[in-house]
């Protein structure tokens, strides 16, 4: 799947393809966040913004002869089309997704581009929709058919459901056939995840809101307007983000299959943060260090405790195969060894089945994925030293599994332009398999830092 975007925040024009771990690294205020924002507000909304027209004929046939067979190749062919309207939709909807005004967004585009031509149609489905013990419909597609199956569990008079509902009905069955296997399911870890774990039940944002307007009208409410109305305080990853945070005590009575079939990843990150959450029945979160008998709250634990926990949580109560996790600086409040270990487990995440994208400053979490690129080879002394440094063959990873963006200035073509022009982009790093990734973002500080220190030592005359 290849994002371009173009006039989004200091981004003139750039491109990036998401792979199994994707990462943007740049200065300050060079767009990875307005990237990373605008990937995640695409991947949680675009269910609700893909339109599938599905034949009025069809649904009379239905209703009059109780089935009907959908030919799924004829929605496959139009997904390009339905992508693109879906993607202008969304483009408009950026305000929302950033809460900032629609004149930051005027000239902003934002396109995803789906190779089509290999959409493979092999998940099976089958779902009832009813009303109570009642089940008014079946929709049903074997792993070998391209043919989707509606029927009518009841007699068409008892049939209340508006023609609208029915369309809906089925198109959203079309949606998680095509295209939820081209789109992960999101979870996102925003740059503002430390306070959220502080404040996390202060963090009731629309009823602060309606504490606050009450407070200001006095007598003068009207009501249905406080409940339409959309305040738009904050942008959709940090809503979502403190949404998860608020919601852990029912959170917590899931079980991901990282739990269910990994537990040693979970070591490995309790090893991380030197200890473990947990929250109770009363929904009071803690943290209880690894061989101590204490129990700490948030506000009491380091910040790094705080920095990776709604991360924690994912990992051991909500993961799914195929997720993509967003993770903005991972390496917040984190000594630069925990960097190493993060990096770690983020190849661990890639190889059992979960997609990362993450922006970041760290150079200690691009060497040390340098490092789990370059052991990744069939030779006798990297094998060596793999097992005298502790690296197991879980934690390698491929340079084929990878794509690194530098966010920058740099000569590029604009669209409908044909000399290239200097502006904000992404460029795609070099990435070696046996030197790994080539991050000049990073590289250009250290050798000054390096050139200087240098001469401090050297350059007496």
């Known amino acids: 799947m290849k994002i371009k975007v173009k006039n989004l925040g200091t981004l003139e024009q750039a491109e990036f393809i998401l792979g199994d771990l994707t990462i943007i690294c740049g200065c300050n205020n060079t767009g990875k966040t307005y990237a990373t924002y605008a990937l995640f507000g695409f991947l949680f909304t675009w269910s609700k913004l893909f339109l599938i027209k599905i034949d009025d004929k069809k649904i009379e046939e239905l209703l009059s002869d109780g089935v009907i067979r959908l030919d799924l190749q004829e929605y496959v062919n139009q997904v390009d089309h339905i ?10 909807e950026l305000p929302k997704i950033f809460a900032a005004s629609t004149e930051r967004f005027r000239e902003s585009k934002f396109q995803v581009e789906l190779d089509s031509q290999n959409i493979v149609l092999s998940k099976r489905f089958k779902s009832e929709i009813g009303s109570g013990e009642v089940s008014f419909f079946s929709i049903t597609k074997s792993e070998e058919s391209t043919e989707l199956v509606v029927t009518l569990l009841v007699e068409k008079e008892k049939v209340k459901i508006p023609v609208k509902i029915i369309e809906r009905i089925i198109t959203d069955a079309l949606k998680e056939i095509i295209f939820d296997p081209l789109f992960p399911r999101p979870f996102i ?43 738009g305080d904050y942008a959709l990853p940090i809503k979502t983000n403190v949404d998860f945070i608020r919601q852990l005590e029912s959170i917590v009575k899931k079980s991901s299959f990282i739990a269910d079939k990994y537990p ?20 009071e979160l803690y943290y209880q260090p690894k061989g101590r008998r204490i129990k700490l709250s948030m506000d009491e634990s380091s910040s790094a405790v705080r920095s990776l926990l709604d991360i924690g949580f994912y990992l051991r109560h909500e993961a799914q195969l195929g997720d ?7 390496e917040l409040n984190l000594h630069p060894e925990n960097q190493r270990r993060v990096a770690r487990l983020f190849a661990r995440l890639v190889n059992l089945g979960i997609k990362v994208f993450m922006t970041t400053h760290s150079d200690y979490i691009i060497k040390e994925l340098n490092t789990l690129i370059m052991l990744n080879h069939e030779k006798p002394h990297l094998k060596r030293i793999a097992k005298q440094e502790g690296y197991r063959q879980e934690e390698l990873i491929s340079t084929e599994n990878i794509k690194v963006y530098i ?16 502006c904000q982009t992404l460029t795609a790093a070099d990435i070696d398999p046996e030197f790994g990734i080539e991050a000049r973002s990073f590289d250009t500080t250290i050798e000054t830092m390096n050139r200087i220190q240098e001469a401090i030592v050297w350059g007496q005359d």
């Open 264 to 283: 040693d990843v979970l070591a490995d990150f309790a090893d991380i943060i030197g200890g473990e959450y947990a929250v109770t029945r009363n929904d």
């Open 407 to 422: 966010a920058e200035v740099a000569d590029i073509k604009l669209e409908g332009k044909k000399r290239k022009t200097k």
């Open 83 to 92: 992508v693109t309207q879906g993607c202008i939709a969304y483009t408009q």
């Open 324 to 330: 993509l996790l967003i993770i903005d600086e991972p």
């Open 189 to 231: 870890a925003s740059s503002e995840r430390t306070g959220a774990a502080i404040f996390r039940k202060d963090l009731n944002f629309d009823r602060n809101r309606l504490i606050e307007e009450i407070s200001q009208a006095g007598q003068n409410i009207d009501r249905i307007e406080l409940l339409l109305k959309d305040y």
